[in-house]
């Protein structure tokens, strides 16, 4: 990716003058913020010894043990916009010393006991698409730290066309596994908006969760087995669909976030490719009432595969114009209904939902804006980066809880955001939706925009932590699929509780005593 922003270099995208004119009326008087030039950042001086990097190409190849400013500046922290604001000013602080490539799981445990024999810190890369500081390591008394790429683990290892499950190696992205599945006629389902740049093994490290975790489910909810790499060894999990062999221990290595061990590859449930798709839209009064519409469909087991609705504000943001939607007068909201299978299949979903919800008040508006959706659904980061290059300061956060308390978990959390940007002087637009939907409860997905200040990390800081207090004291988890890394760190002690600390603290020390994994990131 792109060293300061996301995603492909080549498509790197500029706001429009109309959109920029919509800026300065919604923000008043705005600055571009232009990222500094590369040729202008330095890095500081990789500490690691010279005996450590030898012993690490001795490991993978000399060829596979990267260096170079370049490579380092390439492999400083994630994607948050903390992470590119941080970039876009030259600040490479957090540059790994060293950038090491293993080409077998073999290799990745050969890396580690060569990295806990010398304190020296691992930090698991598979595409660099982190938004909660999961990438940055406390480096404390160790000696240097280690961005392990698992950029060559790219295989799908086994289909299994019976089971219907394939075992897809780590450092696979999203699209290369789409492909390697499509080849055979199946797929994963699994589509995060990090689609393009994520890894299989940064999706199970994180509890990952696709938009269309409707229908497909949730990535960890489709893993079967997976292997993880120690110091100590490989270790081997799961060896059937379910199992009542004591606790579930994959739990505890999918949402570590490279914490416990490395991730070398995973086998996971897989579909026959959809023949069919189809993204069409609902409109609805108020965000209250789709989202009742959304309850009603699940808990009915009326599950289309894309299920998503956009608040009022969203809504009028995304369609220019709210008057579009034919509900200008009550505000109304847009739903995005996504239809996959064969064609029966999907035809006979459509029909059970259109009843479904032609009954409880909302209006179909068709299939345009759907397919609209569909073809950009992975666009929104790009869009962060003009804005921010105009001076804007965008940035997103989400939480989930039960039907019951959502809107109560709403409305607080868009009061703590507006209270605590207004005490800085800022007037945000704050954006909401909906895009992940279980029997008992939801997602809430929102997203920030406001006038970036000088220094737009110290501005965005004490939101964050409102709105991440409003939702800790509103009943909602701290993240639903974004995981903890450094970012939730401060609120997961009051969520899991003091026995779950000490039981995160117990595993990390029986699985690395030395304390060289991903140090500083999601334990307590």
């Not at 290892?157 to 019976?162: G, S």
């Not at 789409?178 to 699994?190: K, Q, V």
């Not at 798709?277 to 009915?300: H, N, P």
């Not at 659904?377 to 039960?402: C, I, K, Q, W």
């Amino acid at each position: 990716m792109h060293w300061s922003r996301w995603g492909d270099p080549r498509h790197t995208t500029t706001l429009p003058d109309s959109a920029a004119e919509l800026m300065t009326l919604a923000f008043g008087e705005i600055q571009p913020q232009p990222a500094v030039d590369l040729r202008d950042v330095r890095v500081p001086v990789a500490g690691l010894a010279t005996e450590h990097v030898a012993a690490l190409r001795a490991v993978v190849g000399a060829a596979h043990v990267g260096g170079d400013d370049a490579d380092r500046i390439h492999h400083t922290r994630g994607k948050s916009t903390p992470d590119l604001l941080a970039a876009r000013a030259g600040d490479f602080s957090d540059a790994p010393d060293v950038v090491v490539r293993p080409g077998s799981a073999d290799e990745v445990v050969a890396v580690l006991r060569v990295c806990a024999e010398h304190a020296i810190a691992v930090v698991p890369y598979g595409g660099g698409t982190s938004v909660v500081g999961g990438l940055v390591a406390d480096r404390g008394d160790l000696r240097g730290v280690v961005s392990l790429d698992l950029r060559r683990l790219d295989r799908m290892v086994a289909l299994d066309e019976e089971s219907l499950t394939a075992t897809l190696q780590a450092g696979l992205l999203g699209p290369a596994a789409e492909a390697l599945l499509g080849e055979r006629g199946y797929t994963l389902g699994h589509f995060p908006q990090s689609f393009e740049f994520a890894s299989i093994g940064g999706f199970a490290a994180t509890r990952s969760s696709g938009q269309s975790s409707s229908g497909y489910g949730r990535f960890d909810s489709l893993v079967i087995s997976l292997t993880v790499a120690t110091a100590r060894g490989l270790w081997t999990l799961g060896r059937a669909p379910a199992t009542a062999a004591g606790p579930d221990l994959r739990q505890l290595v999918l949402g570590s976030e490279g914490t416990f061990g490395v991730i070398t590859d995973v086998t996971v449930m897989v579909r026959p490719a959809p023949a069919e798709k189809v993204y069409e839209t609902w409109r609805w009064a108020s965000f209250a009432d789709g989202a009742t519409a959304m309850r009603r469909l699940v808990q009915d087991d009326l599950n289309p595969t894309v299920l998503r609705l956009s608040d009022e504000t969203e809504t009028a943001i995304n369609l220019s114009d709210p008057a579009a939607i034919g509900l200008s007068d009550a505000g109304g909201v847009q739903m995005v209904c996504g239809f996959e299978g064969t064609a029966a299949r999907v035809a006979r979903l459509r029909a059970e939902v259109h009843e479904a919800l032609g009954e409880l008040g909302g209006e179909r508006a068709g299939e345009q804006r759907g397919a609209a959706w569909a073809e950009g659904r992975f666009a929104a980061p790009y869009l962060r980066d003009a804005l921010l290059d105009e001076g804007v300061l965008v940035e997103t956060l989400e939480t989930a809880t039960g039907w019951s308390n959502l809107q109560h978990l709403y409305t607080e959390v868009k009061a703590a955001i507006g209270a605590a940007a207004g005490e800085q002087g800022f007037d945000p637009v704050i954006l909401c939706h909906i895009s992940h939907v279980y029997r008992a409860g939801a997602s809430l997905y929102f997203t920030v925009a406001m006038r970036e200040a000088d220094d737009g990390a110290a501005q965005w800081a004490p939101i964050k932590r409102a709105a991440s207090d409003a939702i800790e004291a509103s009943g909602g988890t701290i993240t639903h699929h974004h995981a903890v890394g450094r970012d939730h760190k401060p609120w997961l002690a009051d969520e899991i509780g003091a026995p779950g600390v000490a039981a995160l603290r117990a595993v990390k020390q029986a699985l690395d005593p030395e304390g060289i994994l991903n140090p500083g990131v999601l334990i307590p």
